[in-house]
T-cell receptor, first 115, second 113 residues
Framework: DAGVIQSPRHEVTEMGQEVTLRCKPISGHNSLFWYRQTMMRGLELLIYFNNNVPIDDSGMPEDRFSAKMPNASFSTLKIQPSEPRDSAVYFC?????????????FGEGSWLTVV | SQKIEQNSEALNIQEGKTATLTCNYTNYSPAYLQWYRQDPGRGPVFLLLIRENEKEKRKERLKVTFDTTLKQSLFHITASQPADSATYLCALTTNFGNEKLTFGTGTRLTIIP
């Protein structure tokens, strides 16, 4: 299995631009998570989906952030407009529903720099 | 407020010794506690899971303990090797079936040859 696939791996963008991060979960996994990691705040859960339905988006920092999962094999996290404080590593992760203990599998991350 | 604290930001251990990392939590009643390893530039990778009714779990050179009275988990790497150098994260789930996995800030472990 290829694991969780994220793109782009690195993105540098100017403040005010729209950023779209993409994720392909592991085939057969039906939960998908978006995390953000910074030095100051560590790894924070932004939103998660079960069976393509958003379940909890309480971690989404503000209305500039939105996430979608149009089908079981694809999700996007969009930031519009982007700000320098959005600079972070954004991780997508997925989980098989029948897995006990909530073990999740992470992608390699999308490194975002907003200048 | 709920907190997960990993007491050391960084830990240096001599090769061959046992490395012990600490995870403390407050205002949680975790159902599961997990440990992940993260290498620079990579995503976290699952290592071990321990349930609230388990006191100890082992996997090869790794051992995790879970004390719900002390609200603490200890993560041990025996016979440590330079390849064990990484950041180690603990994570909690509070309810069975709850999807929210909350992470500590991590401990950066360096094994010195």
């Amino acid at each position: 299995d290829a694991g969780v696939i994220q793109s782009p791996r690195h993105e540098v963008t100017e403040m005010g631009q729209e950023v779209t991060l993409r994720c392909k979960p592991i085939s057969g996994h039906n939960s998908l998570f978006w995390y953000r990691q910074t030095m100051m705040r560590g790894l924070e859960l932004l939103i998660y989906f079960n069976n393509n339905v958003p379940i909890d988006d309480s971690g989404m920092p503000e209305d500039r952030f939105s996430a979608k999962m149009p089908n079981a094999s694809f999700s996007t996290l969009k930031i519009q407009p982007s700000e320098p404080r959005d600079s972070a590593v954004y991780f997508c992760a997925s989980r098989a529903w029948e897995a006990s203990g909530n073990t999740i599998y992470f992608g390699e991350g999308s490194w975002l720099t907003v200048v | 407020s709920q907190k997960i604290e990993q007491n050391s930001e960084a830990l240096n251990i001599q090769e061959g010794k046992t490395a012990t990392l600490t995870c403390n939590y407050t205002n949680y009643s975790p159902a599961y506690l997990q440990w992940y390893r993260q290498d620079p530039g990579r995503g976290p990778v699952f290592l071990l899971l321990i349930r609230e009714n388990e006191k100890e779990k082992r996997k090869e050179r790794l051992k995790v303990t879970f004390d719900t009275t002390l609200k603490q988990s200890l993560f041990h790497i025996t016979a440590s090797q330079p390849a064990d150098s990484a950041t180690y994260l603990c994570a909690l789930t509070t309810n069975f079936g709850n999807e929210k996995l909350t992470f500590g800030t991590g401990t950066r472990l360096t094994i010195i040859p």
